[in-house]
């Protein structure tokens, strides 16, 4: 099979492109035509090319058949048949538990609603459904996880739903020697988090990572780990849940070395150097992971090329490589770029345009006004603004007005009588009139400066007379004649 669906892109993605810049963790690519899991084969391969096979147990016929020639890739996630439930775990800073996430789709909702299906989560294939839900639209919103807490501690949990009893395994702590670390990726920045289970054996350097710690003995208290000085430590915990007591530790790793690659191989993970990515414009509303914009393009700066079907969701006309490392990208419904480390899904907003009621402004003139309630300020443009007080007198000033505010809404603006502004030549005249101080008048006060058709006519006529109106010079001296 040459294409499969990607479980992480929410899209169709090709085996070529799937094989250089994807992952492989489980469960990450399903038949495109029956939903069964399947795998990349043939990675690297000089004589066959990169290809997407079921796994022992489940081919068909129909699906190689299906898929055997290359064709349209749907950019759709409604596109997806999966046959299996698929969950994300985390790990919540406040709480101190540990959870499963667990989302569909509007459509898979509706399907599973009307077979009245029914979610199962287990710690073993044989065993008692440890938690049990409806898939319906009283308890799943469509594309929004649900948190279910996890209240019995196990190494691997099982998940499934009562249509097909298809029991999907998730290795979820790790269990190699007497001290497991198991590592959950945080969100830079995010001083409340909820950290992710990194579900592939690959961590990257500079990211930030909550490690915990835990032991198979009941008896077992954790005890500080030490750790080379290459793993950054910023800060340590001890918590107990589901029965056992766990360390944990927030931390980043800062270079790749021997060291740490021997340590880190002891616990089951290998290191790799991190990319990035970042959303340059429009700016956007964080929810839930995911970036809302208001726009139908999203710029994005990567230090890898972005690539339509291997890691991005959307066409190759839906991107426009502007520069090294910048790409414009078309959005669509839910745009989502994956690569190693990076993460990024992207919304635009539908907005819907109601009527609105125009809130009027009344204006009022006053020498003197007294505040009538604690919802008026005071503006002045030499002191900024203050919050007034019921009762207050106020003397009004040109330079200042009092504004009223309702709800946040303002409604009302009192002011004084704005006095007519004169310039030119009837503000030389009316200087003149009522300002009598004279100096000496010096050509040179006069000659770097740019002077008016006004200021330069009544220049001329100090030069004769040999003297200036101080106060006139000022004004001239200011720009204002």
């Known amino acids: 099979m040459r294409k499969a669906y990607d479980t992480f892109l929410l899209s169709e993605v ?5 094989a250089k810049v994807g992952s492989f963790e489980p469960y990450r690519y399903e ?10 084969a043939a990675i690297g391969s000089i004589s066959r090319a990169s290809h997407f096979r079921h796994r022992s147990g489940n081919s068909d016929v129909e699906c190689e058949y299906y898929l055997g020639q290359y064709g349209a890739f749907s950019s759709d996630a409604r596109s997806r048949k999966s046959k299996s439930d698929k969950g994300e775990f985390y790990f919540d800073s406040n709480t101190k538990m540990f959870y499963i996430g667990l989302g569909f789709s509007e459509d898979e909702i509706a399907a599973y609603e009307q077979l009245s ?4 989560l287990r710690v073993k294939t044989q065993a008692q459904p440890i938690y ?3 898939i319906n639209r009283k308890n799943f919103t469509p594309d929004i996880q649900r948190i279910i807490p996890l209240d019995k501690f196990a190494y691997s949990y099982f998940l499934s739903n009562t249509l097909n009893g298809i029991k999907r395994k998730y290795e979820v702590f790790n269990n190699i020697g007497n001290i497991t670390a ?5 969100k830079v920045g995010d001083s409340s988090y909820r950290a992710k289970l990194v579900r592939s054996s690959v961590l990257y350097t500079n990211i930030p990572y909550l490690v915990v710690y835990q032991n198979s003995s009941q008896y077992w208290t954790p005890i500080d780990v030490y750790l080379p000085e290459e793993i950054r430590v910023e800060s340590n915990f001890k918590f107990e849940t589901m029965g056992k007591k766990f360390l944990g530790k927030v931390l980043n790793i800062t270079s790749k070395t021997a060291q740490i690659d021997l340590l880190l191989s002891s616990w089951g993970y290998q290191l790799e150097v991190e990319e990035t990515l970042t959303l340059l414009w429009p700016p956007a509303i964080l929810l839930d992971d995911t970036a809302q914009i208001d726009a139908d393009a999203a710029y994005l700066y990567s230090t890898f090329e972005i690539q339509a079907h291997g890691n991005i969701n959307v066409h190759s006309e839906d991107i426009e490589r502007i520069s090294n490392g910048l790409s414009k990208v078309s959005v669509f419904t839910r745009t989502k770029v994956y690569k190693k480390n990076t993460e990024l899904t992207i919304v635009k907003n539908e907005h819907i345009h109601d009527d609105y009621i125009v809130v009027p402004v009344a204006r009022t003139i006053a020498k003197k006004y007294i505040v009538t309630d604690d919802n008026f300020y005071l503006f002045n443009c030499h002191s900024g603004v203050t919050s007034l007080s019921k009762g ?4 009004m000033t040109p330079e200042s007005e009092v504004r009223h505010y309702r709800f946040g809404y303002l409604n ?5 009588k704005k006095h007519p502004t004169i310039s030119g030549d009837s503000l030389l005249q009316d200087i003149l009139m009522n300002y009598k101080r004279t100096e000496i008048f010096k050509w040179k006060d006069y000659e770097s400066l740019y002077l008016s058709q006004v200021a330069f006519k ?3 006529t100090c030069e004769k007379h040999g003297q200036i109106n101080s106060a006139v010079k000022y004004f001239i001296e200011e720009g204002l004649i």
Do not use: N, W
């Not at 207050?392 to 003397?395: F, I, P, R, S, T």
């Not at 009302?412 to 004084?416: A, F």
């Open 132 to 134: 049990s839900l409806h």
């Open 31 to 40: 038949c495109a035509h029956c939903g069964e899991e399947v795998r990349l």
């Open 412 to 416: 009302e603006i009192i002011s004084t």
């Open 392 to 395: 207050m007198v106020l003397q």
């Open 117 to 120: 299906t029914v979610f199962e």
């Open 14 to 18: 090709s085996a070529d492109l799937a």
């Open 458 to 460: 009544y220049i001329e």
């Open 182 to 186: 198991t590592f959950f990726k945080m």
